[in-house]
């Protein structure tokens, strides 16, 4: 069965260290997203791929970074890892084009920065 | 700015009543998503309503699209402790791939 997986499903690192998340779909989908979600704030866009070399900032890009290179992968790096970058992230992808397609999200990972 | 706004955020109920969650804004979305989220997983799916005034029905959940494309209500009827979650509504506009999503509803149905 097709799949989204993301690793690891926790992670503790400390401020100001590189920090590089996973993220691996089995759909065949031109679309990958990154998301985090904090308490009082729902899920925000961090990132998002319309296809390999297409990589596009969403609201809260500062201090993340993404590269596609191949259909299936979408990593999410943290360039120098921040305390307000503490949250559960997921990554999530969809298929074709018009608004209208289930994402299908991973389980995501819980980072924490001390 | 928070482009959909849910409500309310909590919701606590007893097993058997009916509830209703809100999802509104002042901007047009060519489709409205909800995806319910349990602790510890993503978000998954349950329904995409595109036209305005769409009324779906998924079981004992009722989903509607308002008039102007501008709103959206969820309506459980007879809540069953299986229904516990976080409800989100989320918006495409522009038949864009992105989405935005509302902050939630918590819901817990209790016993």
């Known amino acids: 069965d097709a799949e989204i997986t993301q690793s690891p499903r926790h992670k503790i690192t400390e401020t100001g260290r590189q920090v590089t998340l996973a993220c691996h779909q089995t759909?065949?989908?031109?679309?990958m997203f990154w998301y985090r979600q904090d308490l009082g704030h729902g899920l925000r866009l961090i990132h998002y791929?319309?296809?390999?070399?297409?990589?596009n900032k969403g609201e809260v890009s500062d201090g993340y970074s993404v590269s596609r290179s191949n259909t299936e992968d979408l990593p999410l790096t943290l360039e120098s890892a921040a305390s307000s970058q503490t949250s559960v992230y997921f990554c999530a992808s969809s298929e074709g084009q018009g608004g209208r397609y289930e994402q299908y999200f991973g389980p995501g990972t819980r980072l924490t920065v001390t | 700015t928070q482009l959909l706004e849910q409500s309310p955020q909590f919701l606590s109920i007893q097993e058997g009543e009916n509830l209703t969650v809100y999802c509104n804004s002042s901007s047009v979305f060519s489709s409205l998503q909800w995806y319910r989220q349990e602790p510890g997983e993503g978000p998954v799916l349950l329904v995409t309503v595109v036209t305005g005034g769409e009324v779906k029905k998924l079981k004992r959940l009722t989903f509607q699209f308002g008039d102007a494309r501008k709103d959206s209500s969820l309506h459980i009827t007879a809540a069953q402790p299986g229904d516990t979650g976080l409800y989100l509504c989320a918006g495409s506009q522009g038949g864009s791939e992105k989405l935005v999503f509302g902050k939630g509803t918590k819901l817990t149905v209790n016993p």
């Open positions: 791929s319309y296809g390999v070399q297409d990589t």
């Open positions: 759909w065949n989908h031109n679309n």
